[in-house]
């Protein structure tokens, strides 16, 4: 504890006497300063001790007291020291009224008590209360650092939450709550995803407070809603990993202090570690996705071992996510699929659910176990900026990940990987030509593929085809493209292509001989009948 006007008052050395403000003596004093000047407000920064002499004051003027006396508890002057047997023999009556009525603490110094013995006793007090602080700081940092080892980061929490008297909370990435210290605290932690997220938008390191403390009723241990609470980053890097929420009832000292700081360290270098082995496993993951492709899926889980679960002897689906033309416009650190990934990896986290994500230069390629929570993240999260997309903003987190395009795979097992790779490249192709951000491979086929014949390429095969008939009918010799789509619409029924153009079946025999005659082509062949059907469904889109 810092000293305070009690404990100099119980200081045996000082001999100190109480004559006003014997009510408030368990302030802190910061310091001791003396000045006789007649306003010394100035140079005042609150929490002192003042001591006088009186030798330029009119201390026996009640009014001119109790001026001073106001100015000097309004600039935040803890205490009043009057020396007597200097100036005066005893302190004055108007300066002991005006202390009393302001509730200043007014203490008398003996004459054979120098102002620098108060000061060096207030002094002496700070130093030993740092000192105590400064030891217990490093005793925190120790069963920090002890907890930490031995139970991780939830012992760390808990540690924390002992030491500031309050409560601890850990985030992942996505600012979900991953751990909390009580059990109770997961609650009101859970209250703060704003705070977290607003946090995470700023350059680590990065902190901030929300509340201010105070004392008001409360009806549980989880209903704290008045404490003070500080939030800090996690992470090395420019973005922040983690964050870290501190619950405690007012502002913390100098120990508690430590302990925050020890535990942001500590879990900083965790995060960091985490990253160096979330890196290996990545080249791991390779390695089993290379041999999965491969057509190896008992080498892939002879490799994979534990690591990834029962991911590899269940269903899974196979996302395929490119950003090929975002790759540019990326962050700082120069991965434009941070987002995609963080959403995957947290939910597959929380869930319990192994997850298997490999970074493959523009392209990112995962494996989600099927009806999971890591495939339902990815969804919400491509819906999430499709929508932003459609308003005309930009991507969920910054606007880095305005072209990413996802595809993704049927369920598969194990030694169909190959296949399921090859889904979900094609569902990323339609997403593309789409203008998608995601497509599955199951909508394609619950789908129509007269969508896709909206791509240029093809309406350029379709043009070229065309373009012989189009000329033909531009001369008034004939409708033969109408013709054509008619007799195709009705199977080559003659009869019935007839009635629907009004005219009769042996001039529409004619018109078909004149479309093979000029294309070169025959139309009793099913290939040419179908490249010419689908021609005028592009070509009619248009």
């Known amino acids: ?41 100035p140079y005042m920064e609150g929490g002192e001790l003042l001591l006088i ?14 001026r001073y006396v106001r ?42 008590t120098p102002f620098l013995a108060i ?36 012992g760390l929490l808990r540690a924390l939450a002992a030491q500031v008297d309050g409560w601890a909370a850990l985030y992942d990435a996505s600012g979900a709550v991953v751990g909390a210290a009580p059990e109770w605290a997961g609650r009101r932690a859970a209250r703060l995803t704003a705070e977290v997220e607003r946090l995470r938008e700023r350059p680590a390191p990065a902190s901030a407070v929300v509340g201010g403390g105070g004392g008001a009723e409360r009806s549980g241990p989880d209903d704290r809603h008045d404490d003070r609470i500080e939030l800090h980053s996690l992470g090395a890097g420019r973005r922040p990993r983690a964050a870290l929420a501190v619950g405690t009832a007012s502002a913390p000292g100098t120990a508690e202090r430590y302990a925050v700081h020890s535990a942001i360290a500590l879990l900083t270098l965790t995060t960091e570690r985490s990253r ?19 057509g190896e899926p008992d080498h892939a889980r002879a490799v994979a071992g534990d690591l990834y679960g029962g991911l590899l002897d ?28 963080e959403a995957v990896e947290s939910a597959a986290a929380r869930a319990g659910e192994a997850v298997l994500v490999v970074p493959e230069g523009d392209r990112l390629v995962a494996l989600v176990a099927d009806g999971g929570a890591a495939g339902a993240a990815c969804a919400q999260y491509t819906s999430a900026l499709e ?30 990987a190959a296949a399921a790779y090859k889904q979900a490249e094609q569902a990323l192709s339609v997403a593309r030509r789409r203008g998608r951000v995601l497509v599955e491979h199951e909508q394609l086929a619950a789908g129509s593929v007269l969508p896709l014949l909206a791509d240029d390429a093809v309406r350029a095969f379709a043009d070229g085809l065309l373009r012989a ?4 009918d531009a001369t008034g010799r004939g409708d033969l493209v109408a013709s054509l789509r008619a007799w195709l619409s009705r199977h080559g029924q003659w009869d019935a292509a007839a009635a629907d153009l009004g005219v009769h079946r042996h001039t529409l025999r004619y018109r078909m001989r004149r479309v093979e005659e000029i294309l070169g082509r025959s139309l009793d062949d099913p290939d040419v009948r179908m490249e010419l059907w689908l021609a005028l469904k592009a070509t009619s889109t248009e």
């Not at 000097?72 to 005006?98: R, S, T």
């Not at 160096?276 to 491969?294: D, E, F, K």
């Not at 008939?469 to 033909?472: G, K, T």
Request: aromatic share 4%; with cysteine.
């Open 276 to 294: 160096s082995l979330h890196a290996a496993q990545q080249r791991i993951g390779a390695a089993v996705l290379c041999m999965l492709l491969a």
């Open 469 to 472: 008939l189009h000329e033909h």
């Open 387 to 416: 929508g932003t997309r459609a308003a005309g903003g930009a991507g969920p987190e910054s606007g880095d990940e305005g072209g990413l395009v996802v595809g993704l795979s049927a369920p598969a097992g194990p030694i169909a």
């Open 314 to 341: 269940a269903p899974f689906r196979v996302i395929v996510a490119d950003a090929a033309t975002a790759s540019a416009a990326g962050d700082a650190s120069g991965d434009p699929f941070d987002g995609l990934t």
């Open 1 to 41: 504890m810092p000293p305070t006007l009690a404990s100099l008052v119980h200081h045996s050395a000082l001999k100190l006497t109480v004559r006003a403000g014997g009510d408030r003596l368990d302030v802190p004093v910061r310091w001791a300063h003396v000045s006789e000047l007649a306003d010394p407000v």
């Open 119 to 154: 000061s060096k006793a207030v002094s002496a007090a700070i130093a030993a209360d740092q000192y105590r602080a400064v030891t217990a700081g490093f005793a925190a940092q120790r069963e920090l650092t002890k907890q930490a080892l031995t139970d991780g980061p939830q």
């Open 71 to 112: 100015r000097l508890a309004k600039a935040g002057v803890v205490g009043l020291g009057f020396a007597v047997g200097v100036n005066y023999e005893d302190i004055p009556k108007a300066l002991v009224d005006a202390a009393e009525e302001e509730g200043l603490p007014l203490l008398e110094v003996p004459r054979r």
């Open 53 to 66: 002499t009186a030798l330029k004051l009119d201390a026996e003027d009640p009014d001119a007291m109790r």
